[in-house]
């Protein structure tokens, strides 16, 4: 939090000065330290701004990984479904092809015994 220094008394001589009565400058040199002060409570100070950069950095940072890990769970996902998919289209492809050489295997063995 911020911190103001205001000083009353050079407020209120400035006033006197100016032909301000005593009482009333000094009253208003009260009131406006106050005012002053109420305000710099809300003031943010640089080492406030810091400390919100940082959470918000590391809030990121956390939500980056988070989305890196679910990137990687989906993507090994995908890769495994994608390797048994391949793996039963080999074996799709082999039994095709196994009966294509049975069948010719037969053809030959029969165009054989006719010959």
Do not use: C, H, W, Y
Request: proline share 1%; net charge negative; no cysteine.
């Amino acid at each position: 939090m911020a911190v103001a220094t205001f000083d009353t008394l050079k407020f209120a001589n400035t006033l006197k000065a100016a032909g301000v009565p005593d009482k009333q400058a000094e009253a208003q040199a009260i009131a406006f330290a106050e005012v002053i002060q109420l305000n710099f409570k809300e003031l943010v100070t640089k080492e406030d701004l810091d400390r919100a950069v940082k959470a918000i950095r590391e809030e990121m940072d956390r939500g980056f990984q988070s989305l890196r890990d679910e990137m990687d769970q989906r993507f090994k996902a995908g890769k495994d479904e994608l390797d048994r998919t391949v793996k039963a289209l080999k074996d799709q492809m082999e039994r095709g092809f196994q009966a294509i050489r049975d069948e010719l295997k037969a053809t030959a063995d029969e165009l054989r015994q006719k010959s």
